[in-house]
């Protein structure tokens, strides 16, 4: 099945071992690592959403005006703008874009960063009204003619939208979100569900659990997994940068009086990897947890260690599980991109490519 690679643009070049200085928004970053993901081969890029971040539809804006062909999965917060509204921006701007954008749904696992924008609704609750949001955003895209809708948290009337996504009826909706309250959710939307770097077995369970809400829909919904891959010449090398990655994440932390141990996040998919790297820093064949156990597992925080060679092997055992996107973001988030671009993206699709031209030598 095709393979799509995802990047990470971020607002300027901040990550776990480069702490943020300068502006919030350093607009030549954005250009210049936007720019990167398109020569680099990248499908789409992500940009994040957050209670105290940029505007994310803001920031895909221009980064599509900087690029020619890549794509832009916007990550979006349903609950804080109407979803009929919501969709008409993303329509246009897929218009403008000729069909470059994505929606990843983020419902939001953390009731104090939800309370920031003002939200008291509990998880349940929030899961709950996303799935009327995308009830009302997928109406707003695909109608014909107006449509009423009523449920608890939305009722539109004589609701239409003249602008249509670029392709037709529909963008991708990419959906995070692994409780008991956002499977169901998943499986009635997702055209992508999106999982963090988990463990082979992890990762089958997820799989599994969302193909089976899924199938009550009669859908069947791709998915993507976040990884940070640490590449080098040589496998020895490669680790060594993770433990240097390790402990400049440990010393900033500590610097700024952060927790590095003794996490409990809110969120059921930080405690899954936060439950993998209790059984250590190195899982299945390559999997590397050392910076989800020293963060909490805030966020994408796992990745896959090796030489390119080892990492793209270790990244089709994710594909044989069913995964078809992998979204991949460094340490060095400027540097890692043009490395992943030259030196990992080519290997993962030619491996692929063999491998589905011959199946049953892959299965063997």
């Not at 109608?143 to 948290?153: N, Q, R």
């Amino acid at each position: 099945m095709p393979v799509e690679f995802i990047g990470f643009i971020g607002t300027n070049p901040a990550s776990e071992i480069h702490p943020h200085t300068g502006p919030v928004i350093d607009r030549a970053y954005v250009e210049t690592i936007a720019r990167a993901h398109d020569a680099g081969g990248f499908d789409r890029a992500l940009i994040a959403f957050h209670s105290t971040s940029p505007e994310s539809i803001l920031v895909a804006n221009h980064a599509a005006s900087v690029t020619d062909r890549l794509g832009l999965m916007i990550a979006h917060r349903p609950g804080f703008t109407a979803p009929t509204l919501a969709a008409r921006q993303f329509a246009t701007l897929d218009q403008f874009t000729g069909g470059r954008i994505a929606v990843h749904i983020i419902t939001g696992g953390s009731d104090q960063e939800l309370r920031q924008d003002g939200d008291h609704l509990t998880k349940d609750e929030r899961y709950a009204r996303t799935d009327e949001y995308l009830d009302i955003v997928r109406l707003e895209w695909s109608s014909d003619k107006p449509f009423d809708y009523k449920g608890k948290y939305y009722d539109v009337q004589n609701a239409f939208g003249a602008v249509k996504p670029f392709n037709g009826s529909h963008l991708p909706v990419y959906f995070g979100g692994s409780s008991d309250a956002a499977i169901p959710v998943a499986g009635k939307h997702a055209d992508i569900y999106a999982l963090w770097g988990e463990t082979q077995a992890q990762v089958n369970e997820t799989i599994s659990r969302v193909r089976a809400a899924a199938a009550k829909w009669g859908r069947s919904p791709r998915f993507s997994l976040s990884l940070r891959p640490v590449l080098a010449d040589t496998e020895e090398g490669a680790w060594q940068r993770a433990r240097e990655i390790e402990d400049r994440t440990r010393a900033l932390r500590e610097k700024a009086g952060l927790k590095t141990t003794g996490h409990t996040p809110p969120n059921a998919g930080s405690q899954r990897l936060l439950a993998a790297a209790a059984q250590g820093s190195r899982l299945d064949k390559r999997l590397w947890a050392g910076v989800a156990a020293i963060t909490g597992a805030q966020g994408n925080s796992t990745g896959l260690v090796g030489t390119p060679e080892q990492v793209a092997d270790a990244m089709l055992d994710y594909y044989d599980l069913g995964v078809s996107t992998f979204l991949i973001r460094g340490f060095d988030p400027l540097d890692d991109a043009i490395a992943y671009g030259r030196d990992l993206i080519p290997l993962v699709r030619d491996l692929i490519a063999a491998r589905d031209a011959n199946p049953v030598r892959a299965a063997s």
